[in-house]
């Protein structure tokens, strides 16, 4: 059994009990960021571990508690339905129940399956949590809804609530949401923003639209607003549905402009197309409360934004960081090409970005230097 104990400092284990890979056998998703961000972050005050696979591990310092992978996107699909239901919400139970016998004082647990999580809470004896201060990072309502998952999300949270600390989230409003304490933070909180002088000046497209396409990406609405433009476009990502990705692909066969990349990204693939795009568009629905990693990777990377009037997005129009493609001018092109506002919109990047980044930081440690030496 993993023990970290340490007589100065409080341990804290950060785990991903579920650990998605690709077909590539790559860690997928951007929780190892939040592992590295974290770890470096909360050395200073912690005794830091982490609990992930060995996929993952390549990329991290411990120590190290080891759990196994799982597939995601092709190889998942083709999975059996019991199969997917087993990996995705029965495997995990054993995992997290292990790792919360783990004898450490704190707990941050990457929330990829709340129900899983929840009921693993739920069944583990108290004298392995009790005293224990157990936090979950969630990055989208999952329980407010009238479906009957989130129904069943919702009594299981309202049980387990009890035990749990606090939730750490990009979006503000699950604190109203989820009625626990709250640590709101930007999905990346401890990397350095390009300067002005380093962002690309030159761009193989105009718009780029990264990442899984998924039912809460409204990619039909960029196809719709864009299509007859000469505005050069980008829809990478692999799309959930090959249903779904034929109907997009028939809208734009007579337009040119838009290149869709119907595959999962390498990391490589993925900032190439990031940095030779000028501006990164998010489609979000605007009725569902969720962060988004790619908004604050390309705020990084000085990209300025087109976004849906998601919540999530109010800074981007307040702020200054791009605008909202729906209320693009008819000429779009000539309005999104201005150097000029482009430069502006960089500018007003880059201060807001370093800005939220240090508050972030002070914000983490003052929360959990309360939450986990609070007797």
């Keep these: ?23 590539n056998g790559e860690p997928s998703g951007h929780y190892i960021h939040f592992f590295k961000d974290m770890k470096n972050l909360m050395e200073k005050d912690f005794t830091v571990s ?36 087993s990996m995705l919400n029965v495997k995990p139970i054993s995992t997290i129940r292990r790792l919360l016998q783990l004898d450490v004082d704190a707990i941050i647990f990457q929330a990829s399956s709340l129900p899983a999580l929840l009921l693993s809470i739920l069944s583990t004896r108290s004298k392995f949590i009790k005293g224990k201060k157990i936090f979950l990072t969630i990055y989208n309502d999952r329980i407010s809804g009238k479906s009957m998952k989130d129904r069943v999300r919702r009594l299981l949270f309202c049980l387990a609530k009890k035990k749990i600390s606090g939730i750490i989230t990009g979006i503000p409003e699950l ?6 304490e709250t640590l709101a933070i930007p999905d990346y909180f401890s990397r350095t923003p390009k300067g002005i ?54 809208s734009i066969r007579d337009y040119s402009n838009i290149t869709l990349i119907n595959k999962y990204l390498s990391e490589q693939e993925y900032f ?22 790619i908004y604050y990777e390309a705020l990084l990377n000085l990209k300025p934004l087109l976004v849906s009037d998601a919540p999530f997005f109010r800074d ?10 729906d209320e693009l001018p008819s000429n779009m092109t ?24 240090n508050d972030s930081k002070d914000r983490i440690l003052s929360f959990f230097r309360e939450k986990i030496r609070k007797e």
């Design 316 to 325: 981007v129009t307040a702020k200054g960081l791009g605008y909202k493609y």
């Design 197 to 250: 002088t380093e962002a690309e000046s030159t761009f193989l497209y105009d718009i780029a639209q990264l990442g899984i396409v998924n039912e809460g990406k409204n990619i039909e609405r960029v196809v719709e607003i864009f299509r007859d433009t000469d505005l050069k476009v980008a829809i990478a990502g692999r799309f959930n549905s090959n249903e779904r990705y034929e109907e997009i692909r028939r």
């Design 272 to 293: 190439s197309i990031l940095g030779g795009a000028r501006f990164v568009a998010l489609p979000y629905e605007t009725n569902k409360f969720q962060s988004s990693g």
């Design 175 to 180: 604190a109203d949401i989820y009625q626990i």
């Design 50 to 85: 982490i609990a992930c696979s060995e996929e993952y591990q390549k990329y991290l310092s411990g120590p190290f508690a080891t759990v196994s992978s799982n597939p995601s996107g092709d190889q998942l699909e083709k999975l059996s339905s019991f199969s997917r239901l």
């Design 334 to 357: 000539e309005f999104l090409r201005n150097e000029e506002k482009y430069l502006a919109m960089q500018k007003n990047i880059y201060n807001y970005i370093s800005q939220i980044q």
């Design 1 to 23: 059994m993993l023990s970290i104990k340490d007589k100065n400092k409080p341990s804290v284990l950060i785990a991903d009990p579920y650990c998605s890979i690709n077909n």
